[in-house]
């Protein structure tokens, strides 16, 4: 299992962007019962949570991050995305796909965001 990550990049503050996060070898069953969470790292910070969905409950979200993303799914894709609206300087860092299945724990490869003022 590989995962893809695309669709960072720079933006001015109040664009929007969206990442996706493909999970190349990856059969329908583990893909749809996986956890998935996007994480962002900041400069000089820890990876930190920006969103999360657990299949069978409602997603969840950073407060700082809460109303301007949105993360969802595409099962026959098998790709996770993450809408950011609103995008604010200090949205910017490298983001992080994560799928917990229960064959094993994935990360995708980090994708830089850049926000400008």
């Known amino acids: 299992v590989q995962l893809q990550a695309s669709g960072g990049g720079l933006v001015q503050g109040g664009g929007s962007l969206r990442l996706s996060c493909r999970a190349s070898?990856?059969?329908?069953?583990?893909?749809?019962?996986?956890?998935v969470s996007w994480y962002r790292q900041s400069p000089g910070q820890q990876r930190d949570l920006a969103a999360r969905?657990?299949?069978?409950?409602?997603?969840h979200y950073a407060d700082s991050v809460k109303g301007r993303f949105t993360i969802s799914r595409d099962n026959s894709k098998r790709t996770v995305y993450l809408e950011m609206n609103s995008l604010r300087p200090e949205d910017t860092g490298v983001y992080y796909c994560?799928?917990?299945?229960?064959?094993?724990?994935?990360w995708g490869q980090g994708i830089q965001v850049t926000v400008s003022s």
């Open positions: 994560n799928f917990d299945t229960y064959g094993g724990m994935y």
């Open positions: 070898g990856m059969i329908l069953s583990v893909f749809s019962s996986a956890t």
């Open positions: 969905f657990t299949p069978g409950t409602s997603s």
